[in-house]
C-alpha cells in the first residue's frame, strides 16, 4: 500500500539546521510531486511549496524561500527538507504529502529551544 | 495568494445529526482544464490530515459515503449526513487551482 514515512521528532538550538526525511513506497517515487506543509503548534497548515520528483527543482512558497530546502534521494524514493539557520517560529510539525494531498505523511515535529 | 474562508470555525454536533461546513474562495477555483482543485481533509488530533473528498465532490477510496462535497466557482459545502463519533477534529479545505497552494482556516467538530 501506498505510505510516506518520515523521520522521527527532532529538538534543535537556534542557530542549528536540521534535515528531515519523507520515504514513499508502494507507487512510483517519480509520478507524482512532493509538497511540504508545516503546521505551527495549534494553528492551521501552510503550504511551504514543492519538488518535482522528475527534474529534481524546487518551488517554494514566498514566506519559505531563504533558508529551507527541498532535495530528493530518487534511488531511495525519499524526498528531504532541510531547514538552516533555525529560530523558534521554525516549531512546528513539518508534513511531506504526496501530489494533490491524497497521502500525507505522519509529521515530524520539530521543536527550537534554547 | 487565494484566501479561503470556512465557517463556522466552530461546530458542536449530536451523535446522528448532519451537519454542514462552508468554504469560499477569493477567486473562482474552476481551473482552465476545466477541473475545480478543491479537497477536504479531516485532521484528528495528533494525527496528519486525512484526505475526504476531491474535485469537490469525489469521495476518496475508503471515505465513508455520508461524507458529501457540493459546490462551483467560489462557494464550497461539506456535509456530513449522520455524524459519528470518530467524525470528531478538525476539518479543512484546500485548493491547488491557484498557486500557492492554500488551505481553510478550519473547522472544529466536536460531539456533544
Known amino acids: 500500500q501506498i505510505q510516506l514515512v518520515q523521520s522521527g521528532p527532532e529538538l534543535k538550538k537556534p542557530g542549528e539546521s536540521v534535515k528531515i526525511s519523507c520515504k514513499a513506497s508502494?507507487?512510483?517515487?517519480?509520478?507524482?510531486?512532493m509538497n511540504w506543509v508545516k503546521q505551527a503548534p495549534g494553528n492551521g497548515l501552510k503550504w511551504m511549496g514543492w519538488i518535482n520528483t522528475q527534474t529534481g527543482k524546487p518551488t517554494y512558497a514566498d514566506d519559505f524561500k531563504q533558508r529551507f530546502v527541498f532535495s530528493l534521494e530518487t534511488s531511495a524514493s525519499t524526498a528531504y527538507l532541510q531547514i538552516n539557520n533555525l529560530n523558534i517560529e521554525d516549531t512546528a510539525t513539518y508534513f511531506c504529502?504526496?501530489?494533490?494531498?491524497?497521502?500525507w505523511g505522519q509529521g515530524v515535529m520539530v521543536t527550537v529551544s534554547s | 495568494d487565494v484566501v479561503l474562508t470556512q465557517t463556522p470555525p466552530t461546530l458542536l454536533a449530536t451523535i446522528g445529526q448532519s451537519v454542514s461546513i462552508s468554504c469560499r474562495s477569493s477567486?473562482?477555483?474552476?481551473?482552465?482544464?476545466?477541473?475545480?482543485?478543491l479537497n477536504w481533509l479531516l485532521q484528528r488530533t495528533g494525527q496528519s490530515p486525512q484526505p475526504l473528498i476531491y474535485l469537490v465532490s469525489k469521495l476518496e477510496s475508503g471515505v465513508p459515503n455520508r461524507f458529501s462535497g457540493s459546490g462551483s466557482g467560489t462557494d464550497f459545502t461539506l456535509k456530513i449526513s449522520g455524524v459519528e463519533a470518530e467524525d470528531l477534529g478538525v476539518y479543512y479545505c484546500m485548493q491547488f487551482t491557484h498557486y500557492p497552494l492554500t488551505f481553510g482556516s478550519g473547522t472544529k467538530l466536536e460531539i456533544k
Open positions: 504529502t504526496r501530489g494533490t494531498g491524497d497521502y
Open positions: 508502494g507507487y512510483t517515487f517519480t509520478d507524482y510531486a
Open positions: 477567486q473562482s477555483l474552476l481551473h482552465s482544464n476545466g477541473n475545480t482543485y
